[in-house]
């Protein structure tokens, strides 16, 4: 009868124990994955540039632009191919170039960036249509 409750206390300083061990081993791995989180941190803020494709050619097809995010170096004509029998547009999101005419199936649509920066365009009939050049 008396040896069971030592049994149970033995049993619970070695889960505490395990337990102690869990967390200090789990917040050694944590202090590391914030450092590394940290450093791609850092990485993922010129990433998210360095996501564009270096091409001058975008294809639209099936309601999306591909590559959709891409870059070039100023004085780049990209052209836009639609391959939908529905008519697109390139659109800028924010004024940084005229608004594109809808260009029908097998039609493209050009245009020479001139100065550097992010531009990020859509198509007026499908807003969800997004596409975006980096001018380096
Ligand atoms: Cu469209």
């Given at each position: 009868?008396?040896?069971?409750?030592?049994?149970?206390?033995?049993?619970?300083?070695?889960?505490?124990a395990?337990?102690?061990?869990?967390?200090?081993?789990s917040?050694?791995?944590?202090?590391?994955?914030?450092?590394?989180?940290?450093?791609?941190?850092?990485?993922?803020?010129?990433?998210?540039?360095?996501?564009?494709?270096?091409?001058?050619?975008?294809?639209?097809?099936?309601?999306?632009?591909?590559?959709?995010?891409?870059?070039?170096?100023?004085?780049?004509?990209?052209?836009?191919?639609?391959?939908?029998?529905?008519?697109?547009?390139?659109?800028?999101?924010?004024?940084?170039?005229?608004?594109?005419?809808?260009?029908?199936?097998?039609?493209?649509?050009?245009?020479?960036?001139?100065?550097?920066?992010?531009?990020?365009?859509?198509?007026?009939?499908?807003?969800?249509?997004?596409?975006?050049?980096?001018?380096?």
């Amino acid at each position: 009868m008396k040896k069971t409750p030592a049994i149970i206390i033995g049993t619970v300083v070695v889960v505490i124990a395990l337990v102690a061990i869990v967390a200090a081993s789990s917040g050694k791995k944590n202090t590391t994955d914030t450092a590394m989180s940290g450093n791609t941190d850092s990485s993922s803020t010129s990433a998210s540039t360095s996501n564009a494709v270096a091409a001058d050619k975008v294809t639209i097809a099936n309601y999306m632009f591909g590559p959709a995010d891409i870059k070039v170096k100023v004085g780049t004509t990209v052209t836009w191919t639609n391959t939908d029998s529905v008519k697109h547009n390139i659109v800028s999101d924010d004024n940084m170039m005229p608004d594109g005419k809808l260009i029908g199936k097998g039609e493209a649509y050009t245009y020479t960036f001139t100065k550097s920066g992010t531009y990020k365009y859509h198509c007026s009939p499908h807003p969800y249509m997004h596409g975006s050049v980096v001018v380096e």
